[in-house]
């Protein structure tokens, strides 16, 4: 069974700056996909980014990026210029690669951007 | 396409209940998930469906907990007779296979008093 990890509950920043979300997790597969969720007070599960195991490029989108690290099975989410809608639930979550779309979800870390 | 289209978004009643929530996945989508999340133990899963077919119904907590995918375009999540630590965020979501892709609806939130 597959298991992610955050391990950051709680995190706060001014506005503007860099902010490093962590996740890890655990599994025997090898093709994956890697997610990036956020979830704002409208609860709304928002897809951020997402990676693909078989890919050794970290995704990026915008001021979101990750740094996959397959070996270490670690995938942290960094985001730059943070602005204050970016107050939210972060969630990591694993799915394999083949058969069925199933989530698994690590518990989280509110993050909130201070101005 | 509308999205996951999920219904009632709050639902308010009382312990002893019957409650139905309700889920219209995206067209063409073969795969329907059930998720529920609370402060205590986050987003889990409670069931999922393949092509209308309940494929793994283990996170289903007890047998109050039932659900049903009568066709591709309609799924229900019924709680009878409802508690108060049923009261949680249910979310549903939908999917096609390999696509790693998984869409999901705005989440119906229910209060069991």
């Known amino acids: 069974a597959q298991t992610v990890t955050q391990s950051q509950p709680e995190m706060s920043v001014q506005e503007a700056e860099t902010v490093t979300l962590s996740c890890t997790y655990d599994t025997s597969e090898s093709n994956y996909y890697l997610f990036w969720y956020k979830q704002p007070p409208s609860r709304q599960m928002i897809l951020v980014i997402r990676q693909e195991a078989y890919k050794q490029q970290n995704a990026t989108e915008n001021r979101f990026s990750v740094n996959f690290q397959k070996a270490a099975k670690s995938f942290s989410l960094k985001i730059s210029d943070s602005q204050l809608g970016d107050t939210a639930m972060y969630f990591c979550?694993?799915?394999?690669?083949?058969?069925?779309?199933?989530?698994?979800f690590g518990q989280g870390t509110r993050l909130t951007i201070n101005p | 396409d509308a999205g996951v289209i999920q219904s009632p978004r709050h639902e308010v009643t009382e312990m002893g209940q019957e409650v139905t929530l309700r889920c219209k996945p995206i067209?063409?989508?073969?795969?329907l998930f059930w998720y529920r999340q609370t402060m205590m133990r986050g987003l889990e899963l409670l069931i999922y469906?393949?092509?209308?077919?309940?494929?793994?119904d283990s996170g289903m907590p007890e047998d109050r907990f039932s659900a049903k995918m009568p066709n591709a375009s309609f799924s229900t999540l019924k709680i009878q007779p409802s508690e108060p630590r049923d009261s949680a965020v249910y979310f549903c979501?939908?999917?096609?296979?390999?696509?790693?892709?998984?869409?999901f609806g705005e989440g119906s939130r229910l209060t069991v008093l």
């Open positions: 979501a939908s999917g096609l296979r390999n696509t790693g892709e998984l869409f």
């Open positions: 979550a694993f799915m394999k690669q083949w058969g069925a779309q199933k989530l698994v």
């Open positions: 067209s063409g989508h073969d795969y």
């Open positions: 469906f393949n092509n209308n077919v309940p494929i793994d």
